[in-house]
């Protein structure tokens, strides 16, 4: 019985964060056209709220395309495992209760996220193209680096709580939030959020005037759709993490997802109106200033619990 209390849980959690998608694309397409001084989707339906769904059976039914020499089964299955991925996120969030058995979440959550560059391996060499691999190579480059210090800044705040479980952030902030002491540690961690998922001003691997869609391009149909969920699902659960570690939501989950919403349009609102960096500035700006700093921190914490320890 409580595998199957289990088993739906996920099973609804996976159907509410896909809906969640759809509306999402919806708000990023509407945000856009006003910042652009124009409607956005307003007919299909009712005022054009059904414009993702339409969009998304669109796609499903166009022809899929299979490039030559390619890897049959690497090219079907590998977006599929990617959105796999992208849900696995979702696991440690405390839906009904029955994921606070998770004590490790971070931990598996680092896993994932270091899952998903292997992902993108297989979805740009399976389709055996040179554009692909080039942007492939962009994509994965920024996004192992970032990792590095996404994960150096999530470990500073684990020692903060001295636990892996995503909801003693909640506990100990019931009394002081660590965005007020911490906001060096935010603003970084949120600058590695936008280039670990791709987004605006660091969309490198899919600069239209340079690379055409990059490490996906050979992609359409169904496999193109798994992508695109896969990134955007990526973005919802980054604010859902960011919110809860800097100002403990979890328990509150009316007020989590009004912030997780904020996060949304935040990340809509940057795309619609900075310019894409240079690469070379994106790989300045991880390796010689957000990396030396959070290996600082760090090390000073570290420090802290060692000192901490012996007295």
């Given at each position: 019985?409580l595998?199957l209390?289990i088993f739906?849980?996920?099973?609804?959690?996976?159907?509410?964060v896909l809906?969640?998608?759809a509306f999402?694309?919806l708000?990023e397409?509407?945000v856009l056209?006003?910042?652009?001084l124009?409607?956005?989707?307003?007919k299909f339906l009712?005022?054009?709220?059904f414009?993702s769904?339409?969009d998304g059976l669109?796609?499903?039914?166009?022809?899929v395309?299979?490039p030559?020499?390619m890897?049959?089964?690497?090219?079907?299955?590998?977006?599929?495992?990617?959105l796999?991925?992208?849900?696995?996120?979702?696991?440690i969030?405390p839906?009904?209760?029955l994921n606070?058995?998770m004590?490790?979440?971070?931990?598996?959550?680092?896993?994932?996220s270091?899952?998903?560059?292997?992902?993108?391996?297989?979805?740009?060499w399976?389709s055996n193209?040179n554009?692909s691999v080039?942007?492939?190579i962009?994509f994965?480059?920024?996004m192992i680096?970032y990792e590095?210090?996404?994960?150096?800044?999530i470990?500073?705040?684990?020692?903060?709580i001295?636990s892996?479980n995503?909801?003693?952030?909640?506990?100990?902030?019931?009394?002081?939030?660590?965005?007020f002491f911490c906001f060096?540690l935010?603003?970084?961690?949120?600058?590695s959020f936008?280039a670990?998922?791709?987004?605006?001003?660091?969309?490198?691997?899919?600069?239209?005037?340079?690379l055409?869609s990059?490490?996906n391009i050979?992609?359409?149909?169904?496999?193109?759709?798994?992508?695109?969920?896969?990134e955007?699902?990526s973005?919802m659960?980054?604010?859902?993490?960011?919110f809860?570690?800097?100002?403990?939501l979890?328990?509150s989950?009316f007020?989590?997802?009004i912030?997780i919403?904020?996060f949304?349009?935040l990340?809509?609102w940057l795309r619609g109106?900075l310019p894409?960096?240079?690469?070379?500035?994106?790989?300045?700006l991880?390796w010689?200033?957000?990396?030396p700093l959070?290996?600082?921190?760090f090390i000073f914490?570290?420090?802290i619990?060692l000192?901490?320890?012996y007295?």
């Amino acid at each position: 019985m409580l595998m199957l209390l289990i088993f739906i849980n996920f099973l609804f959690l996976f159907l509410m964060v896909l809906m969640s998608v759809a509306f999402f694309i919806l708000l990023e397409r509407k945000v856009l056209g006003y910042i652009q001084l124009r409607k956005g989707p307003n007919k299909f339906l009712l005022k054009g709220i059904f414009q993702s769904m339409g969009d998304g059976l669109k796609l499903f039914f166009k022809e899929v395309n299979y490039p030559n020499n390619m890897n049959f089964f690497l090219f079907l299955f590998s977006p599929i495992l990617g959105l796999l991925i992208s849900v696995f996120f979702w696991f440690i969030y405390p839906y009904i209760g029955l994921n606070f058995l998770m004590s490790f979440g971070l931990i598996f959550m680092f896993c994932c996220s270091s899952f998903m560059v292997y992902i993108f391996l297989l979805i740009s060499w399976s389709s055996n193209s040179n554009y692909s691999v080039l942007g492939m190579i962009r994509f994965i480059s920024q996004m192992i680096s970032y990792e590095v210090s996404m994960m150096i800044i999530i470990i500073n705040l684990m020692f903060l709580i001295n636990s892996f479980n995503l909801n003693d952030f909640y506990i100990y902030q019931i009394n002081i939030k660590f965005f007020f002491f911490c906001f060096l540690l935010f603003f970084m961690l949120f600058i590695s959020f936008l280039a670990e998922m791709n987004r605006s001003p660091f969309d490198f691997s899919e600069g239209e005037s340079e690379l055409v869609s990059g490490f996906n391009i050979e992609f359409s149909s169904f496999s193109f759709v798994f992508i695109f969920m896969s990134e955007y699902m990526s973005i919802m659960f980054m604010g859902m993490l960011i919110f809860e570690m800097f100002f403990g939501l979890m328990m509150s989950k009316f007020y989590l997802n009004i912030f997780i919403l904020f996060f949304m349009f935040l990340v809509i609102w940057l795309r619609g109106f900075l310019p894409r960096f240079r690469y070379d500035k994106l790989m300045y700006l991880i390796w010689k200033l957000i990396l030396p700093l959070s290996l600082f921190l760090f090390i000073f914490n570290f420090s802290i619990q060692l000192f901490n320890l012996y007295h």
